[in-house]
């Protein structure tokens, strides 16, 4: 198969992914409003189209919701290329021999009007240079920890892993366990998940089934923990609580985030590069706690 086959046929894949995660969550806005009774009309999802500037090529959909379960998510695609910058062209794999690229994936982050409905964060991609390879991952961020979901979340995670091969979820557990870290709160920013990248066996098709299959797993299990949560009821300091513990969100996503800085540095779109920026956020002050 040639390269240029499977750039189209990777790009098609993360269009019709966000076509299907925004599909169940709008379902699930609605399910809310029936179980609740509620005389509205269930959110939808809102999309714009996007190009990158003048001089670089392609561009992107955002496709953003603001409902009574999802309090905003953003599910993005975006296929770019062009030419790296020569202070990014030694960071990344083959972009010293060729400073051309072309990269195609998804993005979503969700935060939740329910404190008790985890945060979640899930990409993936496909990347193209002198060399070629998959990246992406999923990790869950709770307000309130609970074992058992936990558990389940993860058991997801490595039973896709383990249909295509059976090192990949300790590995990629460690990794996003190591990536998904706040060095200057020493914290982890969630319970994790997985975090992947530089995929490639020699068997393109393998590595893209699997990339298919995380995005997959990706929505079953968070609608799972979604409707098992949505409608519990909650208090004002559990909401404090979300709000500060997005606060640990957003300082992890402006000073560490890989994709945050690939978007910025590539030209990508601002508004879409932010999206993972929950709309209300508090930061817990070191003052709290004097008496």
Not at 159 to 187: T, V
Request: with cysteine.
């Amino acid at each position: 198969m040639s390269t240029e086959n499977q750039k189209n046929i990777s790009s098609l894949w993360f269009s019709t992914l966000q076509k299907k995660i925004c599909k169940e969550f709008e379902q699930l806005e609605a399910d809310f409003i029936n179980k609740k009774n509620l005389n509205k009309k269930p959110s939808k999802f809102h999309t714009k189209n996007w190009q990158r500037e003048e001089g670089m090529g392609g561009g992107g959909t955002m496709a953003v919701m603001q409902g009574l379960v999802f309090e905003k998510v953003g599910v993005n695609i975006s296929t770019v290329y062009g030419k790296f910058s020569e202070e990014f062209q030694a960071e990344i794999p083959g972009a010293d021999k060729d400073p051309l690229f072309w990269a195609s994936g998804i993005s979503l982050v969700a935060h939740m009007k329910n404190p008790h409905v985890p945060a979640v964060h899930m990409n993936t991609r496909h990347i193209v240079t002198s060399k070629s390879w998959f990246g992406g991952g999923a990790d869950l961020s709770p307000v309130f920890s609970i074992e058992k979901d936990t558990k389940a979340f993860h058991k997801a995670l490595k039973n896709c892993c383990d249909r295509h091969d059976s090192s990949y979820y300790p590995k990629f557990k460690k990794w996003a366990d190591d990536y998904f870290f706040i060095p200057h709160r020493n914290e982890n920013r969630g319970v994790g998940g997985i975090f992947y990248d530089y995929i490639n066996s020699g068997n393109w098709t393998k590595d893209f089934s699997f990339t298919q299959d995380v995005g997959n797993t990706f929505l079953k299990i968070y609608s799972q923990l979604v409707r098992e949560y949505m409608t519990k009821p909650w208090t004002e300091e559990e909401k404090i609580a979300q709000l500060k513990k997005r606060g640990r969100y957003v300082e992890f996503n402006l000073l560490y985030d890989r994709g945050t800085r690939f978007g910025f540095k590539t030209g990508g779109y601002t508004d879409a590069i932010l999206m993972s920026m929950p709309p209300t956020v508090i930061w817990s002050s070191p003052l709290e706690d004097v008496t």
